[in-house]
């Protein structure tokens, strides 16, 4: 071992050698490295950054949240029968709130796009939630100042309301929201409070972009015959699994379904969503990686080349090497480490360089560089040099001494 740890050292210290002596050739073989490692990390740290970007999302869904609602979030059926299913009643919420064993809170939900102002500012295209008390406890979301209304501020309808962060930022973008009145398609509204931001992949299904008000003073000012999202959240989450068939059961008798007709209502929840992004992600994760790897595979070819050229240079040096006693195993870590010295050098270019740059890309799309990105591409690199470094370095490494030495 001890045997072989000096040998490496020694190849090492010929490779640099070797390197510094040809320095415009070592930058610009190196430079097909550099491009392919710049495109594989970037494209890694997309795919990541896109990948934490939902897993962040679908947390505002919550994994002990099912959602009772009349379409399904992901479905392969005819859409035409789909969209013919009843309506959903607000009244629901409290039957299901009254029948359920499993639920610890249940909220209705529904909503409309409508333009909120204050003053001078406005935004347009404000989604308006009309809901309960309960609703903080069925969502993922979280007060970042004030407080939501009350039961009995929810029950008298009270001009009341609760604010995403992008509602803020365009009405409020250097005041204090709270104690404020807005309009909301006209009509007054008292801020009491405001959500945490959330950002994310789901836009509108966020809280950023949403005004929350009592259901009844929904329901006064913006129409009852709405279309209602009924949020459970279920008690423990061991039991969500009989939480949701129980709630099927429920509804199927609220709905008035006799046994062998299908459900006419769907219950979504969080892991919906995941199941149907992982395949996804792992196809343009597979095809994107495949694409940049192509730069990389160039970038392989131009080093082996290289380090052809740079054995028939030094062939005479290989003869006297093996002349002197050097063995077959030397040479080839010799010409191994060069190669592996040349893409490690070009990895770590690589690596210098796409980590402002995916800082420029995180301005229009979500990325993110862990460790195990940086890991991965350096082992890459190493990988690369090996695997371009050998035919040329085995090459060196079967030369006959007393031929090398005629070599001219």
């Known amino acids: 071992m001890l045997y072989f740890l000096?040998?490496?050292?020694?190849?090492l210290a010929i490779s640099f050698r070797a390197i510094r002596a040809n320095k415009m050739r070592s930058v610009l073989t190196t430079l097909g490295i550099i491009i392919g490692i710049v495109s594989v990390t970037l494209m890694a740290t997309a795919i990541?950054?896109?990948?934490?970007?939902?897993?962040?999302?679908?947390e505002a869904f919550g994994t002990d949240v099912l959602y009772i609602q009349k379409f399904p979030w992901v479905s392969n059926d005819d859409w035409s029968t789909i969209r013919n299913r009843r309506m959903l009643e607000v009244s629901f919420a409290a039957r299901i709130e009254r029948q359920s064993?499993?639920?610890?809170?249940?909220?209705?939900?529904?909503?409309?796009?409508?333009?909120?102002t204050y003053i001078n500012n406005s935004m347009e295209g404000a989604f308006i939630s009309g809901t309960t008390s309960q609703y903080l406890a069925t969502a993922g979301v979280t007060l970042g100042d004030g407080r939501f209304f009350t039961a009995d501020e929810a029950a008298g309808g009270r001009p009341v309301c609760v604010v995403g962060a992008t509602v803020v930022e365009n009405l409020f973008p250097r005041g204090d929201p709270i104690g404020k009145t807005i309009r909301v398609a006209g009509y007054p509204y008292t801020i009491i409070g405001t959500m945490?931001?959330?950002?994310?992949?789901?836009?509108?299904?966020?809280?950023?972009?949403?005004v929350f008000v009592p259901l009844y003073s929904f329901q006064n000012q913006f129409g009852g015959r709405r279309d209602v999202t009924i949020q459970v959240k279920v008690a423990d989450l061991k039991q969500l699994d009989d939480a949701k068939l129980e709630l099927e059961g429920i509804m199927r008798s609220l709905r008035g379904l006799t046994p062998g007709k299908a459900n006419d209502f769907n219950i979504n929840q969080q892991e919906i969503l995941t199941q149907t992004f992982a395949p996804i992600s792992l196809v343009i994760a597979s095809i994107g990686l495949f694409i940049t790897g192509l730069s990389l595979f160039?970038?392989?070819?131009?080093?082996?080349?290289?380090?052809?050229?740079s054995v028939t240079e030094r062939t005479r040096e290989i003869g006297i090497r093996k002349a002197i006693g050097a063995k077959r195993r030397t040479i080839l870590i010799q010409f191994l480490s060069e190669a592996a010295a040349l893409c490690l050098i070009g990895g770590i270019i690589g690596l210098a360089i796409a980590f402002p740059l995916s800082l420029i890309v995180d301005k229009f799309l979500p990325t993110a560089m862990p460790l195990s990105v940086v890991f991965i591409s350096i082992a890459i690199s190493l990988v690369v040099g090996l695997i371009s470094g050998f035919l040329p370095?085995?090459?060196?490494a079967k030369m006959d001494p007393v031929e090398a030495l005629r070599y001219e």
């Open 393 to 396: 370095a085995y090459r060196a």
């Open 48 to 58: 990541e950054g896109v990948n934490r970007a939902f897993e962040k999302s679908a």
């Open 6 to 11: 000096t040998e490496l050292k020694e190849g």
């Open 298 to 309: 160039v970038g392989g070819i131009g080093i082996m080349n290289i380090m052809f050229v």
């Open 196 to 210: 945490e931001k959330q950002g994310g992949l789901f836009g509108s299904f966020t809280a950023d972009t949403r």
């Open 101 to 116: 064993m499993f639920s610890a809170a249940v909220a209705p939900v529904v909503g409309t796009a409508r333009r909120v």
